[in-house]
C-alpha cells in the first residue's frame, strides 16, 4: 500500500511562488493519475490538478495559467509548482490518485497567502 507525504508549503506574498513535493513510499509507475487537491477552512476538498502517467494535465479553471504540476517516476515524487499566488490560494494541499482514494489522505502541506 502507497503512503504519500506532502511537502513544501508556508507563508508567501500574494504574488510569490511555492514548489509542492508528493513523495510516494513506493514506485507510482504504475499508477495512471496523480493529483493535488486543497481545502480551505470551511470548504470542502476540491481537486486543484492531475498529471496521468503519459503526461496528460488537468487543472481546475482557478488555478489554470498559474499552476503546474509535473511527476518525476524515478523519484516517486508529484509536483505542484504555483506561482502568481492569490490569498484565495490558502489551503491545505494534499495529494493523492485520481479519483482519490480515502486510505491515501496524509496530512497534507499548508499553504497561506498573505500580506
Known amino acids: 500500500q502507497v503512503q504519500l507525504v506532502e511537502s513544501g508549503g508556508g507563508l508567501v506574498q500574494p504574488g510569490g511562488s511555492l514548489r509542492l513535493s508528493c513523495a510516494a513510499s513506493?514506485?507510482?509507475?504504475?499508477?495512471?493519475?496523480m493529483g493535488w487537491y486543497r481545502q480551505a477552512p470551511g470548504k470542502q476538498r476540491e481537486l486543484v490538478a492531475t498529471?496521468?502517467?503519459?503526461?496528460?494535465?488537468y487543472y481546475a479553471d482557478s488555478v489554470k495559467g498559474r499552476f503546474t504540476i509535473s511527476r518525476d517516476n524515478a523519484k516517486n515524487t508529484v509536483y505542484l509548482q504555483m506561482n502568481t499566488l492569490k490569498p484565495e490560494d490558502t489551503a491545505v494541499y494534499y495529494c493523492?490518485?485520481?479519483?482519490?482514494?480515502?486510505?491515501?489522505w496524509g496530512q497534507g502541506t499548508q499553504v497561506t497567502v498573505s500580506s
Open positions: 498529471v496521468t502517467s503519459a503526461g496528460s494535465t
Open positions: 493523492n490518485v485520481a479519483p482519490p482514494r480515502e486510505r491515501l
Open positions: 513506493r514506485s507510482i509507475f504504475s499508477i495512471d493519475t
